[in-house]
């Protein structure tokens, strides 16, 4: 819960990255939205030192005061993803390649990119670009057979 506060009157979340380095950010305004629901919801506001995801009693939706692990949060998406149909696989990896691919979508820079996802070389940003992916697309789908 720590890793979530309030600076400049915007809610920033505080990552922990590999190799023990930190990265904080800004919140998208539905992300600052969706936190405060869950923070309100499940009753967080005032557990400052305890985790901000935790586990649930077997598949009750009661949450205990233990964090989720990192293999609790994959089984977790993986629960998600086949509850929504999705065909594919899908790991934080593919989030994190969506994200990227709308930011640049969208006008974004590489170089800010790259800041956000607190990748050390735009060469590793660039490998989570999926923005050619639908360049190929269309022009496949320009093939008259």
């Not at 405060?36 to 506001?45: H, T």
């Not at 598949?59 to 086949?82: E, I, K, N, P």
């Not at 999705?86 to 974004?108: E, K, M, Q, S, W």
Request: hydrophobic fraction near 35%.
């Amino acid at each position: 819960m720590a890793d979530v506060y309030w600076q400049h009157r915007r809610l920033w979340v505080r990552l922990h990255e590999k190799g023990g380095k930190e990265h904080s950010m800004p919140c998208h305004h539905h992300l600052e939205n969706y936190l405060q629901d869950y923070i309100e919801a499940a009753k967080l506001a005032d557990d400052r030192a305890g985790a901000l995801f935790r586990t649930t009693v077997g598949r009750t939706g009661v949450l205990t005061d233990r964090a989720m692990t990192q293999s609790d949060a994959w089984r977790m998406l993986q629960r998600r993803a086949r509850d929504a149909d999705i065909p594919t696989a899908v790991c934080n990896h593919t989030f994190r390649a969506t994200g990227i691919t709308a930011y640049l979508d969208n006008g974004g820079s590489l170089e800010n990119a790259q800041a956000m996802a607190a990748h050390e070389s735009p060469r590793t940003t660039k490998l989570y670009d999926r923005t050619d992916d639908q360049i190929t697309l269309d022009e496949v789908e320009k093939m008259g057979i």
